[in-house]
């Protein structure tokens, strides 16, 4: 061992556990960091406008290659800031680690300048937390975050770093790079599961959660091939089995097929492998009672805390994705099933919703959306933040591979554009496009900013209706004709996009986006285009007037 300032045992550490690229914003409480990753040249860091959007691309990195994403912000505002972005992670079950600089150790319990306790601050809101006080702890703490943010159920891990502590010199040896610790099934759970589909007469495959990746994918439809089982994916988890499928029946987003909800109401089985089930998928917990469900429920998931936590599986499986689709695709039917039809009539009822319906405007999304599905390589990654907008995507896009989409499970607003920002950086040959609502997108446009400083050729689609959508849809519905505080006043988004140096157009008609589209996505720059729609066209099948009458015979 030799003495290393602590910054540079923490950066040691970083590389040891594979980090390659980190997103934040620089701060005077992370200095003697920023000094030590000058010359890593292994460690890409990404400056990122504000740290809302540094946790959101963090968060989007580990969606992508399953490692913790790495967010680097300051004390106080920089932390609070941040906030957004961990709490995508831990709601969406993404591998995170927010390394956040702190008041000197002299100066804890005063108040100081931007000091927060984080421990108290984050305790709810990450896996683990903890504050490093003796650079020759560094090497163990660095360990446990990266076990932590990557077992069980993935999540955001925080660690405080005191400013002196950073600047101290230490003799400690370095840890050994983490490993993923993942559980499996047990051959007797495997049998279990085939002697409930045995018997079975009305099952359902439900697809989510994280901890999956391509190989899992394609076992997963093969053994629904052989089972012919209808498969359905949770709210914004649809790139975890091929949309065209045979076997595919839609997604358990908000505003489902009414056909593919009725489904998996009146299943008498239901395989829910990766997720937790949350209020979103099952249309506030309608469609799987609590706690003890109309179905048969056979529960999949890597973390024994979530088995149980809400619903009472028949049968409870502590695996990931990764570990249970391997040893479920060797399993063989005891019969040929004889719902095969069921699951055919469950294609077409979801080939039906893809199409589009015609709704106010000389703008239509949902041709777009069907344009660009069809011009757009079948690994062209999606991205897109919260609010009505998000539902044309959901519905209209057919995600034919693992790792296409980028989109918060959490209901987060801006996620999208810093998503697209990440997945154009670690994945530089591959087409990102990115659906923004009009208040979705200045939640973080700034990163623009930061698309135009790495020269990230991504195309940013502003659905611009001057409102804040799901929020007057809500108003519409229960309190109609009584609108209030959800009307906007937008820039020109188009001019805004070419003031930061990117590409940026207004699109009024739906017949000229494919020109406009084409080229935007040719300009080798960050692109905007502005997409004028007709406020009245409020959801995918409603209007503003439809609503409105509904709310008005109900109340």
Known sequence: ??????????????????VDMAFGVPG???????????????IRLIVCRQEGGAAMMADAYGKLTGQPGLCLVTRGPGATNATAGIHV????????????????RDARG????????????????????????????????????FHVATGGRPGPVALALPEDMLEEMADVADAEPYSRIEPHPSSRQLEALAA??????????????????????????????????????????????????????????????????????????????????????????SLVVV????????????????????????????????????????LQPARKPHWAAETEAAHRDYLAFVEPSKLPGALQLGPIVRWLDGHLPADAIWCNGAGNFAGWVHRHHQYRAFGTQLAPASGSMGYGF????????????????????????????????????????????????????????????????????????????????????AHGESVERTDDFAAAFTRAATAGKPAVLDLKVDPEAITTRSTIADLRAAAKTTH
């Open 89 to 104: 992670a831990m709601q969406d079950s993404t591998p995170m680690i927010v390394l956040i600089g702190q008041v000197a």
């Open 291 to 330: 706690p003890h469900p109309r179905q048969t429920l056979v529960h999949v998931h890597p973390d024994p805390g979530e088995l149980g936590r809400v619903y009472q599986p028949a049968l409870a499986i502590n695996a990931s994705p990764r570990t249970f689709a391997p040893m479920a695709v060797v």
């Open 418 to 501: 810093p998503a697209a920002v990440a997945a154009r950086l670690v994945h530089p040959e591959r087409p990102v496009v990115c659906f923004c609502g009009d208040g979705d997108f200045l939640m973080t446009g700034q990163e623009l900013a930061t698309a135009v400083r790495y020269r990230l050729p991504i195309v940013a689609l502003i659905v611009n209706n001057g409102m804040y959508g799901t929020i007057r849809m809500h108003q519409e519905t229960h309190f109609p004709g009584r609108t209030y505080g959800t009307d906007l006043v937008n820039p020109d988004f188009a001019a805004l996009a070419r003031a930061y140096g």
């Open 28 to 42: 005077e409480s992370y200095l003697a960091l920023l000094d030590a990753l000058h010359d890593a040249n292994s």
């Open 110 to 145: 005063r108040e100081a300048l931007q000091e927060l306790d984080y421990k108290q601050f984050l305790g709810g809101m990450v896996k683990y937390v903890e504050e490093i006080a003796d650079p020759r702890r560094i090497p163990e703490y660095v360990s446990r975050a």
């Open 196 to 285: 409930i589909l045995a018997t079975a007469e009305r099952p359902m495959l439900l697809l989510g959660g994280s901890q999956w990746d391509a190989a899992a994918v394609r076992q997963i439809e093969t053994f629904a091939e052989r089972f012919a089982l209808p498969v359905c994916t949770g709210f914004r988890r649809q790139d975890r089995f091929d949309n065209r499928h045979a076997c595919f029946a839609g997604d358990l987003g908000i505003a489902a097929n009414p056909r593919l909800a009725a489904r998996v109401r009146d299943a008498d089985v239901l395989i829910a492998v990766g997720g937790r089930l949350g209020e979103a998928t099952t249309a506030g917990y």
């Open 1 to 18: 061992m030799t003495s290393r300032r602590a910054a540079q045992i923490l950066v040691d550490q970083l590389k040891i556990h594979g």
